[in-house]
């Protein structure tokens, strides 16, 4: 089993920026991929972006240009970096785990984080 724990969420104004970060722990295994999810009340949990063990990462649309992940192989943490935020991520951000691929969606993600609340005020 792999846990991931979540850390960095909280209250920030629009246009401020927040880090989280995600320690992976357990099992131990190579060239997985890292990523984080979200979930705003009332909607599904949607992917926000990913990094695989190489560095190369990939980004939801709606966060392209404001939002950077990065990760630490040798600590097994991943990164948000989240800068001018919007009200409208507001959001449970979920950190997670894919053994195979980029987890484009729910199905593609082996592992979840419990989640860390993110709110921006406007």
């Known amino acids: 089993q792999v846990q991931l724990v979540e850390s960095g969420g909280g209250l920030v104004q629009a246009g401020g920026s927040l880090r989280l970060s995600c320690a992976a722990s357990g099992r131990t295994f190579s060239n997985y991929v890292m990523g984080w999810f979200r979930q705003a009340p009332g909607k599904e949990r949607d992917f926000v972006g990913g990094i695989r063990w190489s560095g190369t990462t990939y980004y939801a649309d709606s966060v392209k240009g404001r939002f950077t992940i990065s990760r630490d192989n040798a600590k097994n943490t991943v990164y948000l970096q989240m800068n001018s935020l919007k009200p409208e991520d507001t959001a449970v951000y979920f950190c997670?785990?894919?053994?195979?691929?980029?987890?484009?969606?729910?199905?593609?993600?082996?592992?979840w984080g419990q989640g860390t609340q993110v709110t921006v005020s406007s």
């Open positions: 997670v785990v894919s053994l195979l691929r980029v987890p484009f969606r729910e199905s593609g993600v082996d592992y």
